[in-house]
């Protein structure tokens, strides 16, 4: 569960800013997303070695 602490004069957009940061480092989104439904293992690992492939097909480009 997060917590953001309003701080004295704190306007309100901040706090929201705040708490999108805190819920993305903690990937809560994300694991809600992969829980709406049932995903193989297999298929899993799969869409997981596809994503590292393209992640480091676009970092040699960037670096070329």
Request: hydrophobic fraction near 30%; charge should be positive; glycine fraction near 2%.
């Amino acid at each position: 569960m997060l917590i953001v602490n309003v701080k004295e004069n704190e306007s309100i957009d901040r706090a929201l800013r705040r708490l999108k940061k805190k819920s993305q480092r903690a990937g809560t989104l994300t694991e809600l997303r992969a829980r709406q439904y049932f995903e193989k293992p297999s298929v899993a690992r799969r869409t997981e070695k596809i994503k590292a492939a393209y992640r480091q097909k676009m970092q040699q480009q960037e670096q070329q």
